[in-house]
Nanobody
Framework: QVQLVESGGGLVQPGGSLRLSCAASGFTFRAYYMSWVRQAPGKGLEWVSD????????DYADSVKGRFTISRDNAKNTLYLQMNSLKPEDTALYYC??????????WGQGTQVTVSS
């Protein structure tokens, strides 16, 4: 069965950095676009970024462009999100999801990111 397990979240001060990871199993990872999505307290799901199956194409929400970098290691079946210059409004539960910005069918349990001084 498809499993996506996120890690790397935590509490960080504004302007700080975090690197999220997502370990994928139960499907052919290299065959799928992958995304990061997030849900802030009291809000709906927000797509953050996606990456093509080979890693050669990436896309970002305007709110994170220039600060976040998505990447993947197909040999390790792992997806990453490097987050720099974090802002309080980045506080959310971050999920990795199988699929691109238009459609994703599986996501993990999420990892909490809190940006606060």
């Amino acid at each position: 069965q498809v499993q996506l397990v996120e890690s790397g979240g935590g509490l960080v001060q504004p302007g700080g950095s975090l690197r999220l990871s997502c370990a994928a199993s139960g499907f052919t990872f290299r065959a799928y676009y992958m995304s990061w999505v997030r849900q802030a307290p009291g809000k709906g799901l927000e797509w953050v970024s996606d990456i093509s199956n080979g890693g050669g194409s990436t896309d970002y929400a305007d709110s994170v462009k220039g600060r976040f970098t998505i990447s993947r290691d197909n040999a390790k079946n792992t997806l990453y999100l490097q987050m720099n210059s974090l802002k309080p409004e980045d506080t959310a539960l971050y999920y990795c999801a199988r699929g691109d910005s238009s459609e994703y069918d599986y996501w993990g349990q999420g990892t909490q990111v809190t940006v606060s001084s």
